[in-house]
């Protein structure tokens, strides 16, 4: 027998698999949510503000900050609710604690998004 997670096609009906995969999974997830996506939102404004679509963060700091902000947070529990009102309510649980796992990670992250937009913008 192997110690290797099931290929994802093993896995029935989408649920989500514990153990060492699903860290894996959630490291994944932090990482694009917490550095990748908000890199990536700055180049996006950077992109904007040099076509005149967005203004500098000195002309419109709060706008900035929101879609910073929305870069960083976590993903909606929208699935978690679709699921249950399949009646898929097992692989709803396994989503919510997936989410759950999401949500604790991101807020260490957040916090630091966060802190250092709002001084970077002139807003604190």
């Known amino acids: 027998p192997s110690s290797a997670p099931p290929p994802l096609s093993a896995v029935p009906d989408g649920v989500v698999p514990s153990g060492p995969s699903s860290l894996r999974r959630l490291a994944c997830l932090s990482l694009a949510r917490s550095f990748v996506s908000p ?18 963060p000195r002309e419109n700091p709060a706008q900035w900050f929101v879609l910073l902000l ?16 399949a009646g898929r309510g097992e692989e709803a649980g ?11 990670v991101s807020s260490l992250f957040l916090i630091l998004i966060v802190t250092l937009a709002l001084s970077k913008l002139g807003l604190a």
């Open 70 to 85: 929305e870069s960083a947070v976590p993903p909606a529990q929208n699935s978690v609710l679709m699921l249950q009102v």
């Open 94 to 104: 396994e989503l919510a604690k997936f989410l759950l796992g999401s949500y604790a």
């Open 39 to 56: 890199l990536a939102m700055v180049a996006i404004l950077r992109l904007l503000q040099k076509i005149g679509v967005v203004g500098t």
